[in-house]
């Protein structure tokens, strides 16, 4: 990427095609500061994807009263949290750290929070914050005629039309199509 060719890419950029801040900082937290980045939008999804499932993970916690700090000091995940920050900033294992505590089920609520809570002070990804449903943007008529056809395609079993249509709402719209039962439903990318 280069700014001359006119493929630099920002964060406003990046925001614009869907990405939050919080996304790309999750991305920088995968790698160790120390070696390259490899920056790719596929990448970029993948980070996404992990910080939405580490928030799915946390949402019961939510509006947990958490634990004082002197109860999640003494944890032995945090002290291995800690032992990974004080190891050149070893954020990877400290994410991971993260993860185990989202996933940890015999911790009380209130230890889990304290615990996320005083990880994310140092991750920065805002674990714990409620988020907020962004608006969706009608269809546009187009949009809605290719939402139209795939349906039509699908009550008419052709498959394959259906999932070219699919792709093509995906390339063109930025538009996700998922079959549920109650029939197909859209978000934008």
């Given at each position: 990427?280069?700014?001359?060719?006119?493929?630099?890419?920002?964060?406003?950029?990046l925001e614009a095609k869907g990405y939050?801040?919080?996304?790309?900082?999750?991305?920088?937290?995968?790698?160790?500061?120390?070696?390259?980045?490899?920056?790719?939008?596929?990448?970029?999804?993948?980070?996404k994807a992990g910080r939405a499932n580490?928030?799915?993970?946390?949402?019961?916690?939510?509006?947990?009263?958490?634990?004082?700090?002197?109860?999640?000091?003494?944890?032995?995940?945090?002290?291995?949290?800690?032992?990974?920050?004080?190891?050149?900033?070893?954020?990877?294992?400290?994410?991971?750290?993260?993860?185990?505590?989202?996933?940890?089920?015999?911790?009380?609520?209130?230890?889990?929070?304290?615990?996320?809570?005083?990880?994310?002070?140092?991750?920065?990804?805002?674990?714990?914050?409620?988020?907020?449903?962004?608006?969706?943007?009608?269809?546009?008529?187009?949009?809605?005629?290719?939402?139209?056809?795939?349906?039509?395609?699908?009550?008419?079993?052709?498959?394959?039309?259906?999932?070219?249509?699919?792709?093509?709402?995906?390339?063109?719209?930025?538009?996700?199509?998922?079959?549920?039962?109650?029939?197909?439903?859209?978000?934008?990318?």
């Amino acid at each position: 990427m280069s700014k001359s060719s006119g493929e630099f890419l920002t964060l406003s950029v990046l925001e614009a095609k869907g990405y939050h801040a919080l996304d790309y900082r999750a991305l920088l937290l995968s790698a160790h500061y120390r070696f390259q980045l490899s920056f790719s939008l596929e990448n970029l999804d993948q980070a996404k994807a992990g910080r939405a499932n580490l928030m799915a993970k946390l949402k019961d916690l939510a509006n947990v009263l958490p634990a004082p700090i002197e109860q999640v000091q003494a944890l032995p995940l945090w002290q291995r949290f800690m032992a990974s920050v004080n190891d050149d900033l070893n954020a990877p294992q400290a994410l991971a750290c993260a993860w185990e505590a989202a996933k940890d089920r015999e911790l009380s609520p209130a230890l889990r929070a304290g615990l996320l809570e005083q990880m994310d002070r140092f991750l920065g990804l805002d674990l714990l914050k409620p988020q907020a449903v962004a608006p969706t943007a009608p269809l546009s008529n187009e949009e809605q005629a290719l939402v139209d056809a795939r349906a039509k395609a699908r009550a008419d079993k052709d498959w394959a039309k259906s999932d070219s249509l699919r792709l093509e709402a995906e390339q063109r719209f930025g538009l996700l199509i998922k079959d549920t039962k109650q029939g197909q439903v859209w978000t934008r990318r």
